[in-house]
């Protein structure tokens, strides 16, 4: 009997011991803390929880399952690799068209001033190229009427157009199929003077000086594309007169036309 009073005595003891310890609560924790700022358990170890304990303030060890039902925390998205776009294949270069002829032929050897009618002169020079090309598969010949700055743009266009089509007129008359020929006329926009005719004086017919100064302006430019056998070989090319600067170009004339 004595020794279970003492028992009983020494557990009361110890009990009052641990109650005795203070302690203290913080707001920043949801469980009881002893002097030592350490967690107070209770009789079976547990930690004690305070009155304003709730699951965002659960802690391991006291409770290390409290927080298995938050939220996982998210995974940046990784994004595919942009693919490399391959760089457009350069258009191929046309081969230039092989030029049987290319001739300048002078407006004053070709026309009467103002006029869009052949001279005898004019008419011979087409004939020498008509011949040059007769054995030729002639793909194409484009003639190019130009004119001087004397009188107005509207006029030397008009003028300009109408010596390049008797040009065509007069080389179809010769045998050379029309759709072949293209006849275009430039007007005064594509001297060739230059600065070497300016400050001359009066800007019309009557000065000489000037008019004869923009001879090399006033002209018809002719180009002739395609190929030739060559003779021997049968093989087919172009032509030993690619270009005629000298036989094909006529010199300048009096002056006179525009």
């Known amino acids: 009997m004595t020794s279970r009073l003492a028992v009983t005595a020494a557990l009361a003891a110890l009990s009052g011991a641990a109650l005795a310890q203070p ?53 940046a998205r990784q994004e595919p690799a942009p693919v490399a776009q391959a760089a457009p294949l350069a258009a191929p270069i046309a081969a230039p068209r092989p030029v049987l002829e290319k001739v300048t032929l002078s407006s004053d050897v070709l026309f009467e001033f103002g006029k869009a ?33 004397i009188a107005s743009e509207n006029y030397n266009q008009k003028l300009s157009e109408e010596r390049a089509a008797a040009v065509k007129t007069y ?43 923009l001879q090399p302006d006033r002209r018809v430019e002719i180009e002739v594309f395609g190929t030739r056998e060559a003779s021997g070989t049968g093989a087919t090319g172009s032509g030993s007169g690619a270009t005629t600067p000298g036989s094909g170009s006529s010199t300048s004339g009096s002056g006179a036309a525009r």
């Open 171 to 213: 080389l179809a008359d010769k045998g050379v199929k029309p759709e072949l020929v293209k006849a275009e006329g430039k007007g005064e926009s594509e001297p060739v003077t230059g600065d070497a005719c300016s400050k001359m004086g009066r800007e019309n017919a009557k000065n000489r000086k000037l008019v004869q100064c």
């Open 23 to 75: 302690t203290t609560q913080s707001l920043d924790s949801g469980y009881v803390q002893d002097s030592t700022h350490q967690t107070a358990h209770g009789a079976f170890c547990q930690c004690v929880r305070t009155g304003y304990w709730n699951p965002r303030l659960a802690a391991d060890p006291c409770d290390a399952t409290a927080r298995a039902g938050m939220a996982p925390v998210p995974v």
């Open 117 to 149: 009618q052949l001279r005898p002169e004019g008419k011979q020079k087409l004939d020498e190229l008509a011949g040059r090309i007769g054995d030729a598969n002639v793909d194409e010949i484009v003639a190019v009427g130009h004119a001087d700055r």
